[in-house]
């Protein structure tokens, strides 16, 4: 059985910085892509940012420059790093990654999210 949890939400005002962690655990042979995606009140979810087991990083436009994703895989773990946050980034981050139980059996698993609240 594979979990995959984040942890680091909470409020912020504008401009202040915040570290979301994803941690996988159980029966993991090796994980693939691993992301951040969001989801806002009436919205629906996007991707935020992305990384390979290689570390190549894909970022949607709005949080270029101001979020970093970042993993270890020896931890089984992304990390994001928000700088300079704005009303706009508050939602519901979620976290995804492709987890191989085996040399060929592979599943997407999402966390259940943490909530990021950005407001003066």
């Known amino acids: 059985q594979v979990q995959v949890v984040e942890s680091g939400g909470g409020s912020v005002q504008p401009g202040e910085s915040l570290r979301l962690s994803c941690a996988a655990s159980g029966r993991i042979f090796s994980i693939g892509v691993m992301g951040w995606y969001r989801q806002a009140p009436g919205k629906e979810r996007e991707l935020v940012a992305s990384i390979t087991y290689g570390r190549s990083t894909n970022y949607v436009d709005s949080v270029k420059g101001r979020f970093t994703i970042s993993r270890d895989n020896a931890k089984n773990t992304v990390y994001l790093q928000m700088n300079s946050l704005k009303p706009e980034d508050t939602a519901v981050y979620y976290c995804?990654?492709?987890?191989?139980?085996?040399?060929?059996?592979?599943?997407?698993?999402w966390g259940k999210g943490t909530l990021v609240t950005v407001s003066s």
């Open positions: 995804n990654a492709f987890i191989y139980s085996s040399i060929s059996a592979g599943m997407n698993y």
